[in-house]
């Protein structure tokens, strides 16, 4: 017995430290998961305002279902006051770049388009691929829209590991479409929404690093169609072109469900670790077209203008680090602070770049540094009517077309435009601020 108690002893001590040890390695692997470099998911919807999509004050009209989004917004931040540009191109390159469109000298879409993104440009899936090593592997999943047809090369050229879309601005048939991948295309048959959420999990599992993917929807851009009916709530929906074209909202609406139920399919995919270590941030391009936009916004502010209904888009930010769940920032966010984010988000050391300012800080507190202004522009479209420059600041908001003509809102009363204080004379806190805008303006 007496030999018994010191081998006892010494069992003991050793699974102790056994103990000691699993329960240091176990303190290390969460805090190496706490730390770890977060995966990022940008979602773009295509031609989604505020009058069809969310509960943005003052938009009463009929909104899509979307639920997968909704649970974002619940966990999340809501930034009601992004700006991005009347159309697509110009709105995807001051996101790529972090620069407004005079500087990259793409303002617009044209028929047919001519003006495309230099290759000189550093886009900011190359800008973190240089700053961090090659730590992220990078996808664009969809639209691209921003090189010539016969340039197929393009988004790899731009330091791009990953690519995989439609390189145009549009699908004539979302059934039946030309697949660009690779350098080469071919003809696809899959639903474009259904395919591209396919190549996003089958890029994601073959990852094995953190992963940035831009999964760039041309849902619900015409043409209006009917989604296939296991993706959608109504089955009643006719597949009948001639019906679709007389009443196009219900059509448009399902689109944007259809893309909501193929995003939930995206996230259920992810592991727990992978979706516990990601961050996401779903936006839209531009305002709603004019043939399915509702009031407030139908009258003025659609797709291809710089009123709000064309530029004041959804942003939302959920996910890995976001401690303001539910909440509402009325905060300036604007197209090219997008890069600046991602840039900030990735650990590239960089938060300010060209024209962006990123908005990470306010992730988590509400009382964060803001930017005090805002700027969008068109120019080089085909409809010039519409071309010129909008800016603001937390109060009051600027127009200036190229034609001469000018719109001045105080934007923090008036947000739906229907005021144009230019008819009367300025108070002078009006005049003080017109006169800063024109100074900001001249600034840039």
Same mark, same amino acid.
């Given at each position: 017995?007496k030999?018994?108690?010191?081998h006892l002893?010494l069992?003991?001590?050793l699974?102790?430290?056994?103990?000691?040890?699993?329960?240091?390695?176990?303190?290390?692997t969460?805090?190496?998961?706490?730390?770890?470099?977060p995966?990022?998911i940008?979602i773009?919807?295509?031609?989604?305002?505020?009058?069809?999509?969310?509960?943005?004050?003052?938009?009463t009209?009929?909104?899509?279902?979307?639920?997968t989004?909704?649970a974002?917004?619940?966990e999340?931040?809501?930034?009601?006051?992004?700006?991005v540009?009347p159309v697509?191109?110009?709105?995807?390159?001051?996101?790529?770049?972090?620069?407004y469109?005079?500087?990259?000298?793409?303002?617009?879409?044209?028929?047919p388009?001519?003006?495309?993104?230099?290759?000189?440009e550093?886009?900011?899936?190359?800008?973190?691929s240089?700053?961090t090593?090659?730590?992220?592997a990078?996808?664009v999943i969809? #639209?691209?829209?921003?090189?010539s047809?016969?340039?197929l090369?393009?988004?790899?050229?731009?330091?791009?590991?990953?690519?995989?879309?439609?390189f145009n601005?549009a699908?004539s048939?979302?059934?039946?479409?030309?697949?660009?991948?690779?350098?080469s295309q071919?003809?696809i %048959?899959?639903?474009?929404t259904t395919?591209?959420?396919?190549?996003?999990?089958?890029?994601?599992?073959?990852?094995?690093k953190?992963?940035?993917l831009?999964?760039a929807?041309?849902?619900?851009?015409?043409?209006?169609?009917?989604?296939?009916?296991?993706?959608?709530?109504d089955?009643t929906?006719?597949?009948?072109?001639q019906?679709?074209?007389?009443?196009?909202s219900?059509?448009?609406?399902?689109?944007?469900?259809?893309?909501?139920?193929?995003?939930?399919?995206?996230?259920?995919?992810l592991?727990?670790?992978q979706?516990e270590?990601?961050?996401?941030?779903?936006?839209?391009?531009?305002?709603?077209?004019?043939?399915?936009?509702?009031?407030?916004?139908?009258?003025?502010?659609?797709?291809?203008?710089?009123?709000?209904?064309?530029?004041n888009?959804?942003?939302?930010v959920s996910? #890995?680090?976001i %401690?303001r769940?539910?909440?509402?920032?009325?905060?300036?966010?604007?197209?090219?602070?997008?890069?600046?984010?991602?840039?900030d988000?990735?650990?590239?050391g960089?938060?300010?770049y060209?024209?962006?300012?990123?908005f990470?800080?306010?992730?988590?507190?509400?009382s964060a540094?803001?930017?005090?202004?805002?700027?969008?522009e068109?120019?080089?479209?085909?409809?010039t009517?519409?071309?010129?420059?909008?800016?603001r600041?937390?109060?009051?908001k600027?127009?200036?077309l190229?034609?001469?003509?000018?719109?001045?809102?105080?934007?923090?009363?008036?947000?739906?435009?229907?005021t144009?204080l230019?008819?009367?004379?300025?108070?002078?806190?009006?005049?003080e601020?017109l006169?800063?805008?024109?100074?900001q #303006?001249?600034a840039?």
């Amino acid at each position: 017995m007496k030999s018994f108690f010191p081998h006892l002893y010494l069992v003991l001590l050793l699974l102790g430290f056994q103990l000691l040890s699993c329960s240091e390695t176990t303190t290390k692997t969460e805090t190496e998961i706490t730390s770890k470099s977060p995966n990022i998911i940008v979602i773009i919807a295509d031609d989604m305002g505020w009058d069809v999509f969310g509960e943005h004050p003052g938009t009463t009209g009929t909104k899509a279902t979307t639920p997968t989004i909704n649970a974002l917004i619940n966990e999340g931040i809501t930034f009601s006051n992004f700006w991005v540009n009347p159309v697509c191109v110009p709105t995807r390159a001051a996101m790529l770049t972090g620069k407004y469109g005079f500087r990259t000298g793409v303002g617009g879409v044209q028929t047919p388009q001519t003006v495309h993104l230099s290759n000189s440009e550093t886009i900011i899936q190359q800008f973190i691929s240089e700053k961090t090593s090659n730590e992220y592997a990078t996808a664009v999943i969809g #639209k691209w829209h921003l090189s010539s047809e016969n340039n197929l090369n393009a988004p790899e050229n731009f330091g791009i590991d990953y690519y995989s879309g439609i390189f145009n601005g549009a699908v004539s048939d979302y059934y039946n479409w030309t697949q660009t991948r690779g350098g080469s295309q071919q003809t696809i %048959t899959t639903y474009t929404t259904t395919h591209f959420v396919n190549e996003s999990i089958s890029w994601i599992q073959d990852q094995s690093k953190p992963f940035f993917l831009w999964l760039a929807f041309n849902a619900p851009h015409t043409p209006f169609h009917r989604p296939p009916l296991e993706l959608i709530s109504d089955k009643t929906l006719s597949a009948n072109q001639q019906t679709i074209n007389a009443n196009p909202s219900p059509y448009y609406f399902a689109s944007i469900e259809a893309m909501d139920t193929e995003i939930a399919r995206l996230l259920s995919s992810l592991s727990t670790e992978q979706r516990e270590n990601t961050i996401i941030l779903f936006m839209g391009d531009n305002g709603t077209p004019l043939q399915v936009a509702q009031a407030p916004f139908k009258s003025n502010g659609t797709k291809g203008k710089l009123f709000q209904g064309g530029i004041n888009m959804p942003l939302i930010v959920s996910g #890995k680090g976001i %401690t303001r769940a539910n909440v509402t920032e009325s905060a300036l966010v604007q197209g090219p602070d997008i890069f600046a984010t991602i840039a900030d988000i990735t650990g590239t050391g960089v938060s300010e770049y060209q024209d962006g300012i990123s908005f990470t800080p306010l992730f988590k507190n509400a009382s964060a540094t803001k930017r005090d202004f805002m700027y969008s522009e068109q120019f080089g479209s085909t409809n010039t009517a519409n071309d010129g420059y909008t800016i603001r600041d937390d109060l009051y908001k600027l127009i200036h077309l190229e034609s001469g003509t000018e719109y001045f809102y105080k934007i923090s009363t008036d947000p739906f435009e229907q005021t144009n204080l230019l008819d009367n004379s300025l108070s002078d806190e009006a005049q003080e601020h017109l006169n800063q805008l024109r100074l900001q #303006k001249d600034a840039l």
